[in-house]
């Protein structure tokens, strides 16, 4: 984040200011008021996003459809049918895209916000604004795929008694749903601010972040119920924040049991941690953003 000084202009006819923009230095924290100030930018550049992200695709804003439908049917057949995984008393294949919503967001938010500065260089080398804006903008233009995901969660839930498939009840927790989305955005900003800096330093970083998602998953019960990690690691597990989000969605989407309050309050401090370390790395690195990107 720059600093800038207003110094009056040395002039003898009418007095004009100067605004001079200086690169910061040492650890300091983010000039939130700064990026207020910029919010119209965050927004054209949240929904710049959104509109190329299908441009030129033959099946537009269906891609937030199907990925979820393929993923669910693949793991139904695969860890349902075959593995026998437990659902918790629920329909496999409800289970598993309950918590395919958050996780996709998540995936989609951490590979754009990891890329972004290194994707806007030429903007980021020609103009002046709070560089924190770019990975925020990639984080928000998710949101619509989730939005569109949950249609498709809703048309399932509406079928099954129709064709008698199944049938499941959502109960008043569905309130909850914005909480546990933020609480995805959060952890993906958080961890995206971390990559996307050493993206601009370490261009091999982006190579990373496919294997990062593939690892993490299989330590986030997408493919798996929470209740076959024994109680003794329950607290344990809840370092992963992603876990907590699943389970919250399938809690409020599915009416399974309540999330483990304890591993939900380890998993908010972790997130609240990795995104202040996040924002002054952030900070601290950013005076050097337009010279290496």
Not at 15 to 28: A, C, E, F, K, Q
Not at 86 to 103: C, E, I, N, Q, T
Not at 117 to 146: C, H, M, N
Not at 261 to 270: E, F
Request: aromatic share 14%.
């Amino acid at each position: 984040m720059a600093t800038i000084d207003i110094l009056p202009a040395r002039q003898t006819q009418a007095p004009s200011d100067i605004t001079r923009i200086r690169p910061s230095r040492g650890w300091r924290a983010i000039n939130l008021r700064e990026v207020w100030r910029y919010r119209e930018l965050l927004w054209f550049l949240t929904l710049r996003d959104i509109k190329l992200r299908y441009k030129q695709t033959a099946l537009g804003v269906s891609w937030a459809v199907l990925q979820p439908l393929f993923t669910m049917g693949v793991f139904t057949v695969f860890f349902g049918k075959l593995g026998k995984l437990p659902s918790d008393g629920k329909p496999y294949a409800l289970f598993v895209l309950a918590a395919l919503l958050p996780w996709q967001l998540f995936v989609n938010a951490l590979t754009q916000s990891s890329n972004s500065l290194v994707a806007e260089q030429r903007l980021i080398t020609k103009v002046y604004f709070p560089r924190l804006i770019v990975p925020v903008a990639s984080v928000l233009s998710g949101l619509v795929d989730l939005l569109v995901a949950l249609c498709l969660m809703v048309a399932m839930m509406a079928a099954g008694p129709v064709f008698g498939w199944f049938t499941v009840k959502p109960t008043a927790a569905v309130l909850t749903i914005p909480i546990f989305t933020l609480f995805a955005v959060l952890t993906a900003l958080a961890v995206g601010l971390w990559l996307s800096a050493l993206n601009v330093q370490y261009r091999d970083v982006r190579y990373t972040i496919p294997f990062l998602t593939q690892f993490w998953m299989f330590l986030t019960p997408v493919a798996y119920a929470a209740s076959l990690v024994p109680s003794a690691y329950r607290l344990l597990y809840g370092l992963n924040p992603m876990t907590g989000v699943v389970e919250g969605f399938r809690w409020a989407l599915l009416d399974t049991d309540a999330p483990d309050w304890g591993m939900m309050a380890v998993s908010a401090a972790v997130v609240l941690v990795l995104l202040a370390g996040g924002l002054f790395y952030f900070r601290r690195m950013e005076r050097t953003f337009a010279d290496m990107v």
